[in-house]
């Protein structure tokens, strides 16, 4: 069975760009959620969408926004990006109901 | 979020058994302990979960304390693969009417670096 996809793995954007990442989830599974892991702040949990609906939402400002799909496909987009935004963003899939999540390999972004 | 505490870092010898803490003293009565790990250059994998009775599975064992407030990971023979940072998080009960719950909580980890 296919594991998490994220596309792409590598990005490189300019300060006040936008981005758009992409989160395949492993199929059945309909809930996402998104992370940000930096080496100051660890990881971090951005957001969570359920059957197209986000469910809860963590510390982040507004310029980070999250959609999924009726086919339970995500997307998170950072607008006017800033260099503290350069990061590892993962995003996880499971069945919902507090079970095990399945993480994909993550997108690298770095703004410079 | 209930909070763990781990060692920042630990060091083992390959082929040896490992012992990774956690403390979660706050722990409520119905918080699942739940392992991932996070090898190099990958997202986090799960490894393993108990409530109250030591578990064991393909992975690892977790041997939970009788007062629940703290838990050990157990890696029964190292290998050099099983170099990664290890996260210990609390989590609620799986529950049918659980949706839109999934949030994890990692805390800061623990390096564990094995020997050859």
């Known amino acids: 069975k296919a594991g998490v996809t994220q596309t792409p793995r590598y990005l490189i954007k300019t300060r006040g760009q936008q981005v758009t990442l992409s989160c395949s989830p492993i199929?059945?599974?309909?809930?996402v959620s998104w992370y940000q892991q930096t080496p100051g702040q660890g990881l971090q949990f951005l957001f969570e969408y359920f059957s197209e609906t986000q469910r809860n939402k963590g510390n982040f400002p507004g310029r980070f926004s999250g959609r999924q799909f009726s086919n339970s496909r995500s997307e998170m987009n950072v607008s006017t990006l800033e260099l503290g935004d350069s990061a590892l963003y993962l995003c996880?899939?499971?069945?919902?109901?507090?079970?095990?999540?399945?993480f994909g390999q993550g997108t690298r972004l770095t703004v410079v | 979020d209930a909070k763990t505490t781990q060692p920042n870092s630990m060091e083992s010898n390959e082929e040896e058994p490992v012992h990774l803490p956690c403390n979660h003293s706050t722990i409520s009565g119905t918080d699942y302990i739940h392992w991932y790990r996070q090898l190099p250059s990958q997202g986090p994998e799960y490894v393993i979960h108990?409530?109250?009775s030591n578990v064991n599975n393909r992975m690892a064992s977790l041997a939970i304390a009788e007062d629940r407030k703290s838990s050990t990971l157990i890696l029964h023979r190292a290998t050099l693969r099983d170099a990664a940072v290890y996260y210990c998080?609390?989590?609620?009960?799986?529950?049918?009417?659980?949706?839109?719950?999934?949030?994890?909580?990692f805390g800061t980890g623990t390096r564990l670096t094995i020997i050859p």
């Open positions: 199929s059945g599974h309909r809930s």
């Open positions: 998080i609390l989590r609620d009960p799986p529950l049918i009417s659980n949706f839109g719950n999934e949030k994890l909580t």
């Open positions: 108990g409530l109250t």
């Open positions: 996880a899939s499971n069945k919902g109901q507090s079970t095990e999540a399945f």
